[in-house]
């Protein structure tokens, strides 16, 4: 899967404009693309944070390192000889990429935050949304996963309805206005949300009752910034 240049944050149309007619006639190089300088430009650290520039240089930490050394030398120092040796960076692990990720896009194309996170959640006897499927009607059971949706119609007499995503699929939560009430600053703070409650399904229709809610998004470390996504 791929996705538009135009969603990296700090990337505008003008140096994209710039990257793609210079990949028109041949192997894309920064230099070749003439985009913007300065000490580190802000747009190609944008690409190459969000891993853009990895069929140069392999993984984005090289490629940070290659397109730092594209940028020109102080007048002084023009036409003094290089006798550098190439220097062969490590690979930043999984967790700093999906951070780098979620920063500059706000989602990822690696895995999921919760499947690096997954054997520490099921000690913690936390579902998956898969593992709902074949779960009895009437079930207490423990869920947890990232908050992407929080809904409060005004027909709800305050109750308020979540999405909760893992690395398996979404699961849907109703809290009542009693427990609204009772743990609001979790309920409208947390980035990664458990929650102890009822499983309910009627057909097609499946849902968890939340009966205790519990704020996990220290788990997150940088991800866990707190959202406000009421519709």
């Known amino acids: 899967m791929r996705i538009g240049l135009h969603l990296i944050k700090g990337f505008n149309l003008a140096a994209a404009e710039r990257i793609m007619l210079a990949r028109a006639g041949a192997v894309h190089r920064c230099r070749r693309s003439h985009a913007p300088r300065g000490p580190v430009a802000p747009r190609t650290r944008s690409a190459r944070r969000r891993n853009a520039l990895a069929s140069i240089a392999g993984h984005r930490r090289q490629a940070w390192w290659e397109v730092t050394a594209q940028q020109r030398a102080p007048e002084l120092l023009r036409d003094a000889p290089m006798s550098e040796a190439p220097l062969a960076l490590?690979?930043?692990?999984?967790?700093?990429?999906?951070?780098?990720?979620?920063?500059?896009?706000?989602?990822?194309?690696?895995?999921?935050?919760?499947?690096?996170?997954?054997?520490?959640?099921?000690?913690?006897?936390?579902?998956?949304?898969?593992?709902?499927?074949?779960?009895?009607?009437?079930?207490?059971?423990?869920?947890?996963?990232?908050?992407?949706?929080?809904?409060?119609?005004?027909?709800?007499?305050?109750?308020?309805?979540?999405?909760?995503?893992?690395?398996?699929?979404?699961?849907?939560?109703?809290?009542?206005?009693?427990?609204?009430?009772?743990?609001?600053?979790?309920?409208?703070?947390?980035?990664?949300?458990?929650?102890?409650?009822?499983?309910?399904?009627?057909?097609?229709?499946?849902?968890l009752v939340a009966q205790r809610l519990e704020d996990h998004s220290a788990l997150l470390g940088r991800l866990a910034a707190p959202s406000s996504d009421f519709h």
């Open 90 to 207: 490590p690979q930043a692990s999984e967790g700093r990429e999906i951070v780098d990720d979620y920063a500059s896009l706000g989602l990822t194309l690696n895995r999921h935050p919760l499947a690096l996170l997954r054997e520490r959640l099921a000690t913690m006897r936390f579902k998956t949304a898969a593992e709902f499927g074949d779960t009895r009607n009437g079930r207490f059971v423990r869920a947890g996963g990232i908050v992407t949706v929080r809904q409060r119609p005004g027909t709800a007499n305050g109750t308020i309805f979540l999405s909760l995503e893992d690395e398996t699929g979404a699961i849907n939560v109703i809290v009542w206005p009693g427990l609204v009430e009772k743990q609001r600053k979790i309920l409208l703070g947390s980035s990664l949300l458990g929650v102890n409650g009822v499983w309910r399904k009627d057909g097609d229709v499946r849902h």
